[in-house]
């Protein structure tokens, strides 16, 4: 997905069209609020105050670095928070807990072991920590690790990976492994251990993925993929979701393009006007002035933020088909490369007939909660596969992929760690720990392509892993031959040629 990523839009580029990660997918992924104040600050802190006013405890001098602190030692010191403490005790183990969550799993940077300690200002008071936007924050960062890793060279990112890995899953058909588990609320539980099926998809397999994706149609990608999934949802929420506004994390201001993915939302996608220019913001880093309040430095981004409710998508609704015009195709394939894997590979999707086949599939299997998804093409969660023109070349032959089946959800339920966590009761429920150390197990395993997508939580608590291992890995010795073992390449460079 990475190689997909567009920093000018904060896209992916797909066959089918532009798409991207919005704060609906955070909303229903992670559970987390969307809507509130914008994650900010300075980045300055006092590490010995702070930690002993928050905290109750000094760390020594191995356990932190600059201002930040290792995962391990607030794990190694705040797990074991017994009935009988105090209720200060409790609150500090309860902020221990909320910034392992920040540094190992929602906003990790590619120390893998470390959280700064800025995010512990927020803190404070535990009553005020739901009015925060974690969802905008969480959303911000990964957006900057993906411009980021699209640079040649890049060979590791962070940024939330569990998020970025269900997105594909929930919305990519094509490359989601079948899970038996029930739709439960975050959604990020359906694939949080074991019990998926790789058979019908790609695994493991860099190239498997690319050429997957080259080869997909447009019935494989679901663009309203939460449609009967039942939870309640607030308008203020809901509003904030197609909001084209800032996201802001500090030091990190990145745009929420949902003007050019409004099919995400069913409503009509037009050919949007030319992106903002975000190069000066991506040029900010911790570096410039640590003592910047950035609340202030990004006052005009937060009042466009904080004004939100007026830049929330307008527009026409699309009625029971969810596909591009043709105008926009071929704008869109005037404006990108459809094709990224080497030309061995391809075969068939150059030689594609220049308009789509009819096919009518169902959509990804919705909750069935009060809800029967019926075969009517009038209904909103049947994606129909309408003639689009798409590809120069005359008829010759097409591939047709396997649509895995993905067996129907359940009930969903009310539970889910960060909703309760970041919600009006902050507390430290053993249940809500057990959630949350499953969906953390599941990023640190990474499945969707070998070595992860970036962030490796399994080597958060390694005390002695201070650097960023951007090193090759040594060769390995086998009986039979030698074997130098490569990352693979991160970034668009290499595979877009230069195209926008």
Partial sequence: ?????????????????????????????????????????????????????????????????????????????????????????????????????????????????????????????????????????????????????????????????????????????????????????????????????????????????????????????????????????????RATWSACTYLLC????????????????????????????????????????????????????????NERHNYVLQGNIVQGVLCHSTEYMIWFRQHTKLFISVEQYLRDPRLQPPSYPRVQSTSQSTPQHQYTAGPSSSSPHIHVATEVPFYDPPPSQYYVPSVPEIPTPGYPTEDGLLYNLFGTQCTTPESAYAVFDSMYNQQSQNVMEPGGSGSNPSTAYIEENDQNDDEPEEPQLVQRARRVRRHRTYGTGGHLGGHH
């Avoid at 000066?280 to 003592?291: A, L, T």
Wanted: charged share 20%; proline share 5%.
């Fill in 1 to 237: 997905m990475v190689e997909r990523w567009r920093p000018e839009t904060h896209t992916f580029h797909l066959p089918i069209g532009e798409c991207t990660i919005t704060l609906e997918d955070v909303y229903y992924i992670l559970g987390l609020n969307v809507s509130g104040l914008p994650v900010s600050g300075s980045n300055f802190v006092q590490v010995k105050q702070i930690c002993q006013d928050y905290l109750g405890v000094i760390p020594p001098d191995g356990a932190t670095k600059g201002n930040s602190i290792k995962l391990k030692w607030l794990k190694d010191t705040f797990d074991d928070v017994g009935e009988n403490a105090s209720e200060l005790e409790k609150q500090a183990s309860c902020r221990a807990y909320i910034l392992r969550m920040i540094g190992g799993l929602l906003m990790p940077d590619k120390s893998n072991n470390r959280v700064h300690l800025k995010y512990l200002s927020l803190l404070g008071d535990l009553n005020k920590v739901s009015q925060y936007s974690w969802g905008s924050a969480v959303l911000a960062t990964l957006y900057r690790e993906l411009c980021l890793a699209t640079k040649p060279g890049v060979i590791s990112m962070g940024g939330c990976a569990l998020l970025l890995q269900n997105w594909a899953w929930y919305r990519l058909s094509c490359v989601a492994p079948e899970s038996p588990k029930p739709w439960i609320f975050p959604l990020a539980q359906r694939f949080n251990s074991g019990g998926l099926n790789f058979a019908k998809v790609p695994h493991n397999d860099v190239e498997g993925y690319r050429k997957t994706i080259d080869h997909m149609m447009v019935e494989e990608f679901y663009w309203r993929p939460y449609l009967g999934f039942q939870h309640e949802v607030s308008e203020e929420d």
């Fill in 250 to 305: 500090y030091h990190i201001v990145e745009k929420h393009h949902t003007d050019r993915v409004t099919l995400q939302f069913g409503l009509h996608q037009q050919i949007p006007q030319p992106p903002e220019d975000m190069k000066s913001y991506h040029e900010v880093d911790m570096r410039r002035g640590i003592d910047d309040n950035w609340t202030w430095v990004w006052r005009e981004e937060i009042n466009h933020w």
